[in-house]
């Protein structure tokens, strides 16, 4: 038979197929009602197994292994169920690093994270921010993608046996999106005729995905000039019809974006909240990127968010947290009406089921993962024990909001020395401008009484550099002037709460909806102030360089990363423009070399401590929260009064600053 005859028969059955399955499903009466699950993973960050890389231990309260076994136990207890995965998928452990940039993973071998999720069998997923970060070509390799870009070699390799979708991405090249903008699954699943019997119907699922726009600021070495980005709900309005088109039973989003009520604006990073207000068509939507847990009390009290049953204006959805703690689940009711499904709003909910109910309290881990990625992990561990020197002092994060820059310094003099090299071979113009540097504490506490950087003193290993610097970001160095100097450090103090010094209850220092990471601490012979008894944008304070007050027109150069230069934490003055150095070595390595160059990394090596608060005395406790140990990890490093008040039961504890004593 020739292929033309084989393709044509093919066809005939295909079609055939089809209209069994519509004919089928016309004959489902009316009332006829299905129960359909979603489960979501998001920002699983290639957290694959329960393992910390930095303390080289079993750590049982993050990890894909273990959330498979709750997406085991709800298969088992729903009968109708959807995987999928909301993105930021292939970046952000160790071993996500060993196989982007160590060892890069080779086109016929599938991505160690994707060869633990082909196990579980995702209908579908989509392409989250950190996705880009190592690069399109590493990209369109590990997704198995053929994007029309310039610098991608169109090639077949080993990417995931389930499909992404990504509605808002195009290439600059030819215009269209990188990936596929929509998809429709198809699925048989089981509902209750109205006189009670059981019948298997068919259910197609459309499926969109989104990525945050302001990709493009985060990531713009990698795609500026090579892809385009649309927002959100202007994405969504697009392909909707064409998706709708289709005729699918039901249609999902996979946003990953959180939910932000603030002024929509293409470029906006959490639409979720616009999308299910402004865009109707879509049943149920996947949140993600906040690394928050949704339902739940981070939401509470935003307009048209049901913080309870799980709906943002009335449209059931769901984030799943991070690292893999969580599996979200969205329960829908699908109801037979004029010869279609549709989704009874008024029955929807949704929950997050966390791996762990308790610190010691963790479901077991799904033993059919750990051996898909053994070798990896084995060489992983290996890799991350390579040494490159020697420190006689601890590094911690512990008290890094309250001026401990211990594992901030040896980041910061990196950075100054790599930018004032490549400016003496560069760009002798820039010679006699002073050269600062910008670090922020990536890890404070917000995974945990375990999610703090700490390096003992002895052996430094890549490890320590990874602990030291957690992204893998690129560095960058931009050009502002003393008022811009000091515009960036009020943003970074945004950090803290304002401090009432009448007030005799207790007072929290620490802003929680200010992430750590955007606290900036900025060194090179820089010293200031921070007084948190102000308010928001006046609270630096006695700014000097070089012993000297800061003038509003004097230059500096600020050695930070890619993301900061390029506008993330929306600092003033920070969106591309005021760069004068992308380089294309990122940081941690940058450390890395440093490390080697210094060999036994001392105290001596970093000047003094670039900031203090302004001394206030307060009539009640100004609290914090850190680890039950953090005055042991930190003797002899934390700054200021520090006692500790009581325990939280949690692994944390509360610990009393006083502002009004004098800092060390």
Known sequence: ?????????????????????????????????????????????????????????????????????????????????????????????????????????????????????????????????????????????VTNDRMHVAGVKPRRCAGPRFPLVLSNVFSAEDGQPIYRPWRVIEKTVTATTPDGKTVRVPLRIGVLGFAPPPIMQWDKRHLDGKVTVMGVVDAARKYLPQLRAQHPDLIVALVHGGLDNGPYTPKMENAGWYLAKDVPGIDAMLLGHQHQAFPGPHFQGMPGVDTERGTVHGMPAVMGGFFGKDLGVIHLKLVRKDGHWVSDRAAARSEVMPICTSKTDCVPADPHIAPLVAAVQKATVTYVNTPIGRTDFRMTSVFADLGNVSALSIVNAAQRDYVKHWIAENRPDLKDIPVLSAAAAFRTGFGGPDDYTDVSPGALTLRSAADLYYYPNTLAAVRVDGAGLKAWLEQSARRFQRIDPTKTTPQALINPNYTGYNFDQIEGGVHYLIDVSQPVGQRIRDLTWDGKPVRADQTFIVATNNYRASGGGHFPGLDGHATVLDAPDANREILVQWIRAHSHVTRADFGPRPWQFAPLKTQGPVTITAPTDALDVTRGDHVGAVRKLHDDGNGLATYVIDLGKKQD
């Open 1 to 141: 038979m020739s292929l033309r005859r084989i393709a044509l028969s093919s066809l005939s059955l295909l079609a055939g197929l089809c209209l069994s399955a519509v004919s089928f499903a016309a004959t489902v009466p009316a009332g006829t009602a299905a129960r359909v699950t979603l489960l979501e993973t998001t920002d699983l960050h290639s957290h694959i197994l329960s393992y910390d890389y930095y303390k080289l231990s079993a750590d049982p309260q993050v990890g894909l292994e273990r959330t498979a076994t709750l997406i085991q136990r709800a298969r088992a207890t729903f009968p109708n169920t959807l995987l999928f995965d909301d993105g930021d998928t292939i970046q952000g452990s160790v071993l996500a690093d060993y196989q982007a940039l160590a060892h890069p993973v080779p086109c016929d071998r599938e991505l160690a994270i994707y060869r633990a999720m082909d196990t579980l069998g995702y209908a579908a997923g989509t392409i989250g921010n950190h996705e880009f970060n190592y690069g399109l070509p590493f990209l369109a390799l």
